[in-house]
């Protein structure tokens, strides 16, 4: 029997929003009121903390600094750093049912090659980066972050994929901690505009192609 997963997009989201919809649809999957899902949105400028130890220290501008320029600073569940969302950044939460594959480092690694598979089909290629999470380009580039969690065998959080976002708004954090790279945009490696709309659909299509292969 295949494996369903509806695909949901619920637009531009702030992200203590989202964040409450994605925990409805976690309690909602765990009780079987609803199926698996794919949920795409592009969160309102925010940065977002994880729970790795002192994430907030690779936080650099004040929360002044960040409010004048309309960023908002959130705490998360996710794992992980610091990170920052905003529009141009596609960012996918899946709500799996994980049950059948008891196992969250291959739950990564499948996400990870979603992404993948999605940059190659731009004619990018990129990497897991040893010791470090998310998506590379030349090992030195970040273009994917991810941070997950689960409870009670149901995934929630996913990836952010960054298309076309203001890059400015990552010079005030240190993105993942990272201190020996950088990060970049589909739109920076391949010059040239590229539409949100279409890298939504390849994403799904790679999602599905992995996900439905391994329920």
């Given at each position: 029997?295949t494996?369903?997963?509806?695909l949901?997009?619920?637009g531009?989201t702030?992200?203590?929003?989202?964040f409450?919809?994605q925990k409805?649809?976690?309690?909602a999957?765990r009780r079987?009121l609803c199926?698996?899902?794919?949920?795409?949105?592009?969160?309102?400028p925010?940065?977002?903390?994880?729970?790795?130890?002192?994430?907030?220290q690779?936080?650099?501008?004040?929360?002044q600094?960040?409010?004048?320029r309309?960023i908002s600073?959130?705490q998360?569940n996710?794992?992980?750093?610091?990170?920052y969302h905003?529009?141009?950044?596609?960012?996918?939460?899946?709500?799996l049912l994980?049950?059948?594959?008891?196992d969250l480092?291959?739950?990564?690694r499948?996400l990870?090659e979603?992404?993948?598979?999605?940059?190659?089909?731009y004619g990018?290629?990129?990497?897991?980066?040893?010791g470090?999470?998310?998506?590379?380009i030349?090992?030195?580039?970040?273009i994917?972050?991810i941070g997950?969690?689960?409870?009670?065998?149901v995934?929630y959080h996913g990836?952010a994929i960054n298309?076309?976002?203001?890059?400015?708004?990552f010079?005030?954090?240190l993105?993942c901690?990272?201190?020996?790279?950088?990060?970049?945009?589909?739109?920076?490696?391949?010059?040239?505009a590229?539409?949100?709309?279409e890298v939504k659909e390849?994403?799904?299509?790679?999602?599905?192609?992995?996900?439905t292969?391994?329920?």
């Open positions: 029997m494996r369903y997963i509806e949901i997009d619920w531009t702030q992200y203590e929003e989202a409450d919809r409805a649809r976690v309690d999957r079987n199926g698996d899902a794919l949920i795409f949105t592009e969160h309102r925010v940065y977002t903390m994880g729970r790795r130890k002192d994430a907030v690779n936080l650099i501008w004040s929360h600094q960040c409010a004048e309309g600073v959130s998360s996710r794992g992980g750093d610091i990170t905003g529009p141009g950044q596609i960012v996918a939460y899946p709500i994980l049950h059948h594959k008891k480092h291959a739950y990564l499948d990870e979603v992404v993948i598979r999605t940059l190659g089909s990018l290629s990129s990497a897991r980066r040893e470090k999470t998310g998506i590379w030349d090992q030195q580039r970040k994917c972050a997950v969690a689960v409870r009670s065998w995934s990836f298309v076309c976002p203001d890059m400015s708004h010079s005030g954090i993105p901690g990272i201190s020996d790279g950088t990060v970049t945009s589909l739109e920076a490696e391949l010059g040239r590229v539409n949100i709309a390849r994403l799904a299509v790679e999602f599905r192609r992995i996900f292969n391994n329920p």
